[in-house]
């Protein structure tokens, strides 16, 4: 590629320059960060997927808070595990039969 401007021509240029490049960091991303799964997060990950689905089928975000705090009641009787593989697919199921039964304040 040919250009006027070095700065410009040296970026394009497609040999290594023989320069390590150094990884962005700034006060907002530290550079030691966690990468091990928390389940607590995931948990709120998997709540906040179910509450936007609900949302997106129309209910309001309210009824989806409540919709998910009944499954997490239910699950709680029925003796599942919070961090378990699933939990949230089943609360999904579970609240789409609830749905379909036409309960009250769903």
Do not use: H
Not at 31 to 40: C, L, V
Not at 47 to 58: D, K, V
Not at 75 to 103: C, K, M, N, S, V
Request: overall charge positive.
């Amino acid at each position: 590629m040919k250009t006027s401007d070095p700065g410009l021509q040296a970026s394009c240029n497609p040999e290594p320059s023989g320069a390590a490049t150094q990884p962005v960091t700034s006060p907002a991303y530290p550079r030691a960060m966690a990468r091990r799964s928390d389940p607590e997060r995931i948990f709120t990950a998997g709540r906040i997927a179910i509450r936007n689905r609900l949302t997106s089928t129309g209910m309001d975000e309210a009824t989806a808070e409540r919709g998910c705090d009944a499954w997490i009641l239910e699950a709680t009787g029925r003796g599942l595990p919070r961090y378990g593989g699933g939990f949230w697919q089943d609360g999904w199921a579970w609240i789409a039969e609830e749905r379909a039964a036409r309960r009250p304040g769903w």
